[in-house]
């Protein structure tokens, strides 16, 4: 579903990603880890499109993200750290703007929203304008709209960011039933609980490298612990200064 093979980003001297190799496949919940500036953003970027690589390759579902980045698009939703909606639409009408983009019906559009707001609980402000939403509230919008066409791979940046206890339960448990229904989900996050919890595969970056790849289990060994996923991050990235992001 994600194949990355030997990606890499350079500013000027300075190298955000070095040789990324990774490979997804189909039904994986796939954590990635890495403090501040290891070059998590930057892969993100990269896989969705949004910065081309120096050199090396990225493919969504055998669509080439940089020479063939339509049919890659659209078989990815992203959900970014900073939630981003147009703020003199409702909620509502940007749900309908995305499932427009991605080609729905009218009828599929209205059946769809009316079932991310019963999932998400929009029901209170989805027709309100957007530039009322509280952080959660956009962070709510955002994830539904990534969910509008049944994406085949979802990449998301702290997706937890913000969300209550229970809307984070919600997602927590929807990007698990997604990924047993056959999704790749790649999730980058600081919460290292939420891997441990929820990943089948986790993979550690710093400084722009792959330090770290394999289930919780096999990430103990290789750090040398025996304990949790936070004591094995902390060896295996101690004694670094991070890089930029």
């Not at 993100?44 to 049919?71: F, N, S």
């Not at 659209?74 to 703020?87: C, E, H, N």
């Not at 539904?144 to 984070?168: C, F, N, Q, R, Y």
């Amino acid at each position: 579903m994600i194949q990355i093979e030997g990606l890499t980003k350079k500013y000027g001297n300075g190298v955000a990603v070095d040789s990324l190799t990774l490979h997804i496949s189909q039904g994986e919940f796939f954590a990635f880890l890495g403090a501040n500036g290891a070059g998590k953003t930057t892969t993100i970027k990269m896989l969705t499109g949004l910065l081309k690589p120096t050199a090396g390759t990225a493919k969504i579902c055998g669509h080439d993200i940089v020479e063939d980045y339509v049919r890659a698009k659209a078989k990815i939703s992203y959900v970014p750290d900073q939630p981003f909606l147009y703020d003199k639409l409702s909620g509502r009408e940007f749900l309908h703007f995305v499932g427009e983009m991605y080609g729905m019906t009218q009828d599929e559009r209205e059946t769809k929203i009316d079932e991310l707001i019963r999932l998400f609980e929009l029901r209170a402000y989805v027709d309100n304008l957007c530039e009322t939403y509280s952080h959660g509230m956009r962070q709510r919008v955002v994830l539904s709209a990534a969910l509008m066409h049944g994406p085949e791979v979802i990449i998301t940046d702290e997706p937890l960011v913000a969300l209550d206890p229970k809307s984070a339960r919600i997602l927590k448990d929807l990007l698990k039933r997604m990924a047993k229904n056959g999704a790749a989900v790649f999730m980058s996050t600081h919460t290292l609980a939420v891997a441990e919890e929820m990943a089948d595969r986790i993979g550690i970056i710093h400084k722009g490298k792959l330090i770290a790849l394999g289930t919780f289990e096999e990430i103990k060994e290789i750090s040398r612990t025996s304990h949790r996923l936070e004591d094995a991050f902390l060896t295996l990235t101690a004694d670094e200064e991070p890089a930029h992001d």
